[in-house]
């Protein structure tokens, strides 16, 4: 599975999935969409994702960037104090599907992909309905953060 560490691995059975762009980052401007370096944190995700870290889960990120710039995002992640452990990325013939069911987090948070078709571009739409029934999967509106999600990583399970 391609990856790169943020920090060390830590020994948990419950991982968090997180996907990066569009659910916890947004460009400053809208013609800052590809320009990455223009992305900041989207309200209080850095504070929400350290509490649920701290209830013992375990923290990886996804991004739709691909192998030449996944090192960007993982610096990005780590000058704005993101915790986690690592950044998946689709290798070249990989679909998000992919990653997700070789991962098989406990919960996926993805924001709805609103602005490049919907519900159909998330991660979670096209895994294997086996392992989609073992993932919580947790939708957020596209652009608008995490801020309305259970602080308490347990509650996250009750959406």
């Not at 000058?79 to 992919?98: A, E, L, W």
Request: charged content about 25%; some cysteine.
């Amino acid at each position: 599975m391609s990856y790169i560490e943020l920090s060390e691995q830590q020994s948990c059975q419950n991982t968090i999935m997180i996907f990066a762009e569009g659910t916890i980052l947004k460009p400053k401007a809208v013609l800052g969409q590809y320009d990455l370096k223009s992305y900041v944190p989207i309200g209080n995700c850095v504070e929400m994702i350290s509490g649920w870290k701290e209830q013992g889960a375990e923290i990886v990120y996804c991004t739709s960037r691909r192998k030449k710039n996944v090192r960007e995002m993982a610096d990005l992640l780590t000058h704005y104090g993101f915790p986690g452990t690592r950044v998946y990325y689709r290798s070249q013939k990989q679909q998000y599907k992919d990653v997700v069911e070789e991962l098989k987090p406990t919960i996926l948070i993805e924001d709805n992909c609103k602005s490049i078709g919907g519900i159909q571009q998330m991660c979670i739409s096209s895994v294997d309905p086996e392992i989609k029934e073992t993932i919580k999967s947790v939708s957020v509106d596209e652009f608008k953060g995490i801020d309305r999600l259970p602080r308490s990583f347990a509650d996250l399970f009750s959406l």
